[in-house]
C-alpha cells in the first residue's frame, strides 16, 4: 500500500525523532517500501549560519545528507534515500514529499501547547496540506 516513505528529521533534535524512526523502519520493512529521510534547513538557520553564502549554504547541505545517511546507515536501512532542502519548514516538507511521490509521511509530534494553537506546529502544517496519508508519533 505505501510504496514509498518520507521520514523528516531535525538533525539538530534527535529525541523529535527517537521514536518515530523505529516506527518508519518497521512501514518500511514490512511493505517492502522505499524510505526517504529529509530534513529542512530553516531560512533563519541558513542565514543564521551562513548568510546565504552560495558556499557555505552548500557545505550546510553536504554536511545534513552525510549525517542523514549515517543516520540510516547506522539503522539499517535498506532501501533509503536523503533529501536536504531549505526553506520554511511545514510547506518544505509537504513541498518534498510531493516531489518524491511519497505515499506516507511519518512524523513525531510533541503533544500542542497554547502555543501551538497560537503559532501552529509543523507536523499540523503538514497533517492538514499533505496530499499523502500522515502518521504522526507522539513523543
Known sequence: MFERIMLPLDLNEPSSW?????????????????????TVISDWVATRDVEWSPLGYGRLVKDAELRLRSIAQGCGAAQYDVKVAGGAIGPTIVELAE?????????????????????????????RHARCSVFLVRN
Do not use: M, N, Q
Not at 518515530?20 to 514490512?30: E, I, S, T, Y
Not at 505515499?103 to 494553537?117: A, F, N, Q, V, W
Open 99 to 127: 516531489t518524491i511521490e511519497a505515499d506516507l509521511i511519518i512524523l513525531s509530534s510533541h503533544r500542542p501547547g497554547p502555543k501551538d494553537y497560537l503559532i501552529g506546529a509543523h507536523a499540523l502544517y503538514v497533517a
Open 18 to 38: 527517537a521514536k518515530a524512526l523505529p516506527v518508519a523502519l518497521a512501514f518500511a520493512k514490512a511493505r517492502r517500501s522505499h524510505l526517504t529521510l529529509a
